[in-house]
């Protein structure tokens, strides 16, 4: 799991680093207008990243569970085939959603914020980032085939090399370093785009030349439809359930927007929720390697193979998410006032989510765990129904039950969360010992004639 997985979490800390450093060059605009920008990638973000998910969420699945049982099963041809398909059925949905996103965002924002300086800035955000969607949903499907083969410091060094690109020319396009004009926020957008199409280009020579496994093969790129129901057979669940979290999330922002001290909690939460994604990165990319291997057990047949991994995978990462958590409690408080020195009614606040969120953690492990297990095996209604699950039945519900009807607040806001995460916990462990991941999705191979 660290072997596959280690590059995977180097990768998610870089692309961490490249979001603080894109709001810092934002930031360093002159104050009417720093403001505005900052605001407007804000509410920016969960409308892309809503559409991205959906498009991510089935494209990445599917190649992630044929790529894997294919190459396990020793049939690599029938792994290229599958990359080929969904390779040209992501860049046709790219396509589609980033043109309907490009004359949909006005209505979407004037649904969210309606009219402002916030929505203007916003609005040519998000217009650039649609025109070039199909550059931010391909390198995660490639990312996700190169894994699929147990291979993930090739996607590490050419998404990796993409993101520094970003980084450098963030400055020189947002505020207008070496004589360029400065853009601002609609600079941050070009640079995301000229570095996200520098990746995809990247990634299309790699792969037309041929790597390992993988290939791009203008033939095998002729819809097969067979090929395309099996692709969306086991992708769009993933799908569904990944973007109806990324819009739960939207919600329970709004949420906790209307607790009594909406800033001082949106403002604790947010800077908890940073903390917490950069301990998740951890497992995260091990995630990614239980599923690969998993995948490849089960296109191998080697179902007992199979069951060691779960075993142990779901042990190893409820062990380090209760060395996480017990580390966190302990210095919640200062990390905190790390990120916001001087506001104490944001540290209180920011501590106790942390503190009420830690508790939870380990059981986050058999979640986690189930996620990648079941993504691996390609079954993933499981993975829609946990996510869907976890967030609109359990986290938004038990949040605003006991935030507000037993008007506990914030406190009550993230032991309702907490109290989400035990649940979901138990729930997936359940799901893993029901069995119904022990299949696999790659259909025998036909024996030679005669």
Sequence with gaps: MARIGGPAILGSLIFTLYNLADAFWIGRLPPEASAAAVAGIQVSWPIVWFLISFIAGFGGAAVSALVSQYVGAGRPEEANVALNQLFILSAVSGIVVGVTGYFASPFLLDLLIGQGAVSSAAALY?????????????????????????????????????????????????????????????????????????????????????????????????????????????????????????FGFVIMTAVIGRLPNAEAALAGYGIGDRVLGILFIVTDGLGTGLTTMVGQALGAGAMERARELVRKGIAALIVILSAEALFLWFVRYPTVALFIPGREDVIAVGAQFIGAFAVSMPFLGTFFAAMAIYRGSGHNVPTMVLGVVRLWVLRIPLSYVFGFTLNLGADGVWWGMSLSNVLAGLIALGFLLSKGWQRSVVEPATPPAG
Excluded: C, E
Excluded at 147 to 170: E, R, W
Excluded at 179 to 206: C, E, N
């Design 126 to 246: 998000m217009k650039i980032i649609f025109l070039g969607l199909p550059t931010m949903v391909l390198p995660g499907l490639f990312f996700a085939a190169f894994a699929a083969t147990g291979d993930t410091v090739t996607p590490l060094l050419v998404s990796g090399g993409g993101t520094i690109v970003n980084m450098v020319l963030d400055p020189f396009f947002v505020l207008g370093w070496g004589g360029l004009p400065q853009m601002g926020i609609l600079g941050a957008a070009y640079a995301t785009i000229l570095s996200q199409g520098l990746v995809t280009i990247a990634f299309l020579l790699l792969l037309r030349r041929g790597s390992g496994h993988l290939r791009l093969d203008s033939r095998q790129m002729v819809p097969r439809w067979t090929w395309v129901a099996k692709g969306l057979r086991i992708g769009v669940p993933a799908a569904i359930g990944q973007s109806s979290m990324a």
